[in-house]
Nanobody, 124 residues
Framework: QVQLVESGGGLVQAGGSLRLSCAASGRTFSSTAMGWFRQAPGKEREFVAAITWSRGRTYYADSVKGRFTISTDNAKNTVYLQMNSLKPEDTAVYYC?????????????????WGQGTQVTVSS
């Protein structure tokens, strides 16, 4: 099992920045990639960004490309999501997730472990 704990959410004005953190513990060696997803009220959970542990290859949803940056600190088993130029439509609960394989890295259902989520609210 892999345990994931997110932090860093909050309330920010449009145009502002936040950095989310996700600390992984447990059998972290079993995960090959980490992802961030978000879910707004009444909407399905959607992919935001992902990164592979070994090579640091990154993937982004078109809606956040150029504004968000995903990164890892392998020594700390932590993944970050730096969010800049935030917009009201970025408001959602943000979830960190881990997966055991590198296949379908942008697909929600392909992830094996999930954190509890952290709320991000962007005011206009």
């Amino acid at each position: 099992q892999v345990q994931l704990v997110e932090s860093g959410g909050g309330l920010v004005q449009a145009g502002g920045s936040l950095r989310l953190s996700c600390a992984a513990s447990g059998r972290t060696f079993s995960s090959t990639a980490m992802g961030w997803f978000r879910q707004a009220p009444g909407k399905e959970r959607e992919f935001v960004a992902a990164i592979t542990w070994s090579r640091g290859r990154t993937y982004y949803a078109d809606s956040v490309k150029g504004r968000f940056t995903i990164s890892t600190d392998n020594a700390k088993n932590t993944v970050y999501l730096q969010m800049n130029s935030l917009k009201p439509e970025d408001t959602a609960v943000y979830y960190c997730a881990a997966k055991r394989t590198l296949y379908n890295i942008v697909v929600v259902s392909e992830y094996d472990y999930w954190g509890q989520g952290t709320q991000v609210t962007v005011s206009s």
